[in-house]
């Protein structure tokens, strides 16, 4: 328990040693654990953000898919409205398009009954005028009688 | 043991006498020379002019162990996932940084590197407490006896440098030397002296101000010194205290089979408990360390 040089040894051997951590230890050592902690902060920053980011995609996935289910129902309601539209209006043409067709033949029935009963009065006529003519030979003078002829003729 | 017996008061005093270097003193036969010292009288003699080589030899083993790990520690750190003895390190870092941020509040590089030295170092040197005591003073009595032609009982080897008052007293003084480094240069040399006069007795009127003036610095003078001091004692204190008992158990061992079974149950119960004084020490001495360098940085 003697007090002696070795207090002086002590001393420099605890200079040196704190130095030495002071200089190559502590340093690199606190470095790396800054670092880390740095990364780490980081790293929970980016899967917050991942997270946050991830919940948007998702809203906007739920939004689209929406958005898309509304048009589509758009387009099938405008669709059905268009066909029925279709519909009616290729009805509305058809009886249109018959009735034009149904008139057009009337009138040519028509005209074809007139034309053929023009035919049939002209024949009768002449008909007539030969029996006639054929009674009469005997009887009348042809241009005597015309004018009784022209006049039953138009009778007819 | 040994073929002459010795009595349990050499066995103790052999095991609390360091391995000295030193000058002779006048009046001997090798007066004036330098040498090692082969008993403990002589070694008493050899006062001032002497050195403790079992201290410094541990002390810079302790220490360069201490050095070698944390080092390779600090050259592999990295930011990636740390393993093994780098997490170990990494842990008494962050808890030497948290010591020293909770208690230092000054900007100071050198403050935690040096909280970290004490508090490894000290822990280190405070375990080889924990080597039973006959070890290494037997191995290097045989060393010495085999290879230097050493006289029996006359290798001393004291393995715990922190029993050794030099050791804690040279620590203690050179934390005190910094906390008056920068008590001047923060303080000034007026501000320092204000703190040692004007404090803790104040007075408005001039007079009896001057009065307090040597009151003060009587005051504030002592618990100046007792920093250092109480440091340097309060290590050396609980560490002789703890080796001594384990000196006292080891006698045990020599006084029957009865006896030596109980010396083995107490040597394991004090180990196990000396295992929380060596590192609450440790931890004592950093943590005064860091409040002290705080106390030289603030001003108030």
Do not use: C
């Amino acid at each position: 328990m003697n007090i002696n040089l070795t207090l002086f040894g002590q001393s420099i051997t605890f200079i040196f040693f704190v130095i030495f951590v002071m200089k190559y230890v502590w340093p690199p050592l606190v470095a790396a654990l800054e670092e880390r902690k740095a990364k780490i902060a980081d790293g929970l920053a980016a899967a917050e953000k991942g997270k946050h980011d991830g919940e948007l995609a998702k809203q906007r996935v739920l939004d689209t898919l929406k958005e898309a289910k509304e048009k589509a129902q758009d387009i099938i309601n405008q669709a059905e409205k268009r066909a029925s539209e279709i519909v009616e209006e290729s009805k509305d043409n058809a009886r249109v398009e018959g009735e034009r067709i149904l008139a057009a033949a009337n009138a040519e029935i028509e005209q074809e009954v007139n034309r053929a009963r023009e035919h049939l009065r002209g024949q009768v006529v002449t008909l007539a005028v030969a029996g006639a003519g054929k009674v009469l030979k005997r009887e009348i003078d042809e241009k005597a009688n015309d004018d009784l002829l022209q006049d039953l003729v138009a009778q007819l | 043991m040994s073929s002459e017996a010795i009595s349990s008061a050499d066995y103790i005093k052999h095991h609390l006498t360091n391995w000295t270097y030193g000058q002779f003193p006048e009046g001997t036969e090798n007066a004036g020379q330098w040498g090692f010292a082969h008993t403990a009288a002589e070694a008493k003699s050899m006062g001032f002019m002497a050195i403790h080589v079992d201290t410094m030899l541990w002390s810079i083993v302790t220490g360069l162990i201490f050095i070698y790990f944390f080092s390779k520690a600090a050259k592999r750190a990295s930011a990636g996932i740390p393993t093994g003895f780098q997490n170990f390190v990494e842990m008494i870092v962050e808890f030497i940084d948290t010591s020293v941020r909770g208690s230092f509040t000054a900007k100071n590089d050198m403050v935690a590197p040096l909280a970290m030295t004490v508090f490894i170092w000290i822990f280190l040197m405070n375990f080889m407490d924990l080597i039973p005591v006959d070890w290494i003073p037997k191995a290097s009595e045989w060393i010495g006896m085999t290879f230097f032609g050493a006289q029996e009982h006359h290798v001393y080897m004291k393995v715990v440098p922190s029993t050794d008052p030099n050791a804690t007293i040279g620590m203690a003084f050179s934390v005190f030397f910094l906390v008056l480094f920068y008590s001047f240069k923060n303080k000034g040399i007026s501000g320092f002296t204000a703190e040692l006069t004007l404090m803790p007795f104040q007075s408005n009127n001039k007079v009896v101000q001057g009065l307090f003036i040597p009151v003060n610095f009587v005051l504030e003078f002592v618990s100046l010194i007792a920093k250092p001091i109480s440091l340097a004692l309060r290590l050396f204190g609980n560490m002789y205290a703890g080796e001594m008992i384990f000196i006292l158990i080891a006698i045990m061992f020599n006084a029957g089979l009865v006896m030596a079974t109980l010396g083995g149950v107490l040597q394991l119960g004090w180990a196990i408990f000396h295992i929380l004084i060596i590192t609450l020490q440790a931890f004592i001495f950093m943590t005064l360390t860091i409040v002290y360098l705080d106390m030289a940085h603030s001003d108030h």
